[in-house]
């Protein structure tokens, strides 16, 4: 390759045009570009295809700018995803998305978030798969690899520590190494070993002091030293901020570089190639490394062919999410299933009548059908974006359910209308709501415009009150107690509506588990005030302040965070009831190098089901955490033998000096159960000391 084609490989255009952005962000696209977040133009003389980007987090995303007038099928958001615990999901949520990009002649993917939850404030938590290192990594692997089986690059993103949206473009997330490698790290580890995507995407933020995309420890020493990967990394959208430190920093590539500060990887690179400050050695690996997931994923091969795309059986996979995604938090005294004979049913709130919420930002997918409804965004940056509601009404699903109910609607605004409606009814459904969009965080964990005043005052006038919520986090529920029922969709995706019925109705049985912890106040949290709340932040390549993100908890994330300062959270990592219930009996611990773990579940009630069966282990010395799980379907009265053995590092401590995944002799506790706090079986054995490589 000459020097000039290498350079085009590595230089990429924004692939959409941003009318009304400062220049040079307005820039119009190369007429090539499919109007995806990115372009990269190919090398024909070589046969080399040019990259056609698209984000892809939950579909092949079209909101905002992206393709006005392209629908896609839309899945349940990640955390959705996440709370299925189920693998195969994710991998066919990942080839549905795959199929649908390769047929719209996309063929790089801008999906595999996989941050954790450190924060359940984050606005793109709801992106994400979770709070849990195993669970994160292995779905977020699983989706990759879908979406890749159909020739189709995706990166995971966005590495790393990117665990917050309040001024991420400036941030320093400050974390040690220990910590970071037993994390977050250790999730894109995982994530990368089973899906092996094409690219990584370095994050806005900076880790201990210096920007992601500029990130020697993270991006040398890490990623291409320690886990020899062979892809490339490419940069967030406006995270570049220099030329010769971020290529020999280990960046491979500059993303749509309108956005950055000035063209850092265009005449620039060049110059310092010429002169030496960037080796020719260096820009051959950056190409090669780009070329390399080129040919592995098979983009060369099998290039995009625009063709019609199965929705219906699209649909489905959207709708299988959900359904194995909702999670049932509580159903006092068997309010739910609702019987199909009842009479009448008070639907309230949430645009419920007409559609399904959806999260906003660059995962913004447009779904088939159009929208439901488009309300202008809410929040500081929130007007850069609209809120979405997927058409597919959850009232007219209830309604289908209850042929002979009479379903009334209210909105929720007027309380004493939703009362009126709710004291008429046998039974009161309210659908509470909180919109989440990327570059901003939630103010704090309460539900959003009086909806709790509205469930309050609805709870009061029929005992019978159920509450779905559609939220992208955690919520505090200060009415928990008054009502029967509460039923976390998350963001439902286009079929929402229907999965919301089939559940509510005991078509299905639900099976989701949390992949986050619910806690009962903001007090509980290792930062009970989000950093730089107080800060005022532009948009893109402002001047915004620097600040730090301190991480104190360090690798106890999450429900890990909760047991070590012995708080109570309201609903724990990994809780979700049945229409059923499972008994948990004949455990068998081997120890050795790693634990091997056996026991038998039985479906003890009368409902065929699902359980996630959960695995905990206590390493000495350290906090409890999951090590595996299965997911089993069982008929009433089924057995079955479930085994679970766990990946040695989730064992061991890092150990920065060796360096090395250290694993201590001794005994570990293991406990296995439906949730990280319902532990039916405990156990223990010795395992061996061992020192494995980082
Ligand atoms: C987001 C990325 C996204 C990119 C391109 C950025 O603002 O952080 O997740 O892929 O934009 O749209």
Known sequence: MTLDEKLSLVHGYFGASLKG??????????KEALGGAGYVPGVSRLGVPALQESDASLGVANGGNMRPGDQATALPSGLATASTWNPQLAHDGGAMIGTEAHAKGFNVLLAGGVNLARDPRNGRNFEYLGEDTLLAGVMAGESIAGIQSRHVISTVKHFAINDQETGRMTLSSDIDEKAMRETDLLAFEIAIERGKPGAVMCSYNRINGEYGCENDFLLNKVLKGDWAYPGWVMSDWGGVHSTVKAAMGGLDQESAHTFDKQDFFGAPLKAAVESGQVPMARLDDMAGRILHSMYAVGVVEHPPVKRDIDKAAHAAVAQKVAEEGAVLLKNEGGLLPLAAQAKSIAVIGAHADVGVLSGAGSSQVISYGGSALELPGKGAFGGLFKIVYHASSPMKAIAAAAPGAKVSFSGGQDIAAAVAAAKQAEVAIVFAEQWQTEIQ????????????????AVAAANPRTIVVLQTGNPVLMPWLSNVGAVLEVW???????EAI????????????KLPISFPQSEAQLPRPKIPGSELKFVLFGGNDPLFSVPYPEGSEVGYRGFEARGQKPLFPFGHG???THFTYGGLKVAGGETLKVSFTLTNAGAREGMEVAQVYATPPGQQRRLIGWKKVALKPGETRKVEVSADPRLLAEYDVKAPGWRVSAGD???AVGASSADLRLNGASRVTATLLKP
């Open 577 to 579: 009831l049945s229409y």
């Open 501 to 512: 019925a089939n559940i509510l109705f005991g078509k299905v049985n639900p099976s989701g």
């Open 21 to 30: 952005a400062p220049p040079p962000m307005n820039a119009t696209p190369p």
């Open 441 to 456: 965080d939630a103010p704090n964990l309460s539900l959003p415009d009086g909806q709790d005043a509205l469930i309050a």
């Open 491 to 497: 963001y439902p995706g286009q079929r929402g509506g």
């Open 668 to 670: 570990y506790a293991v």
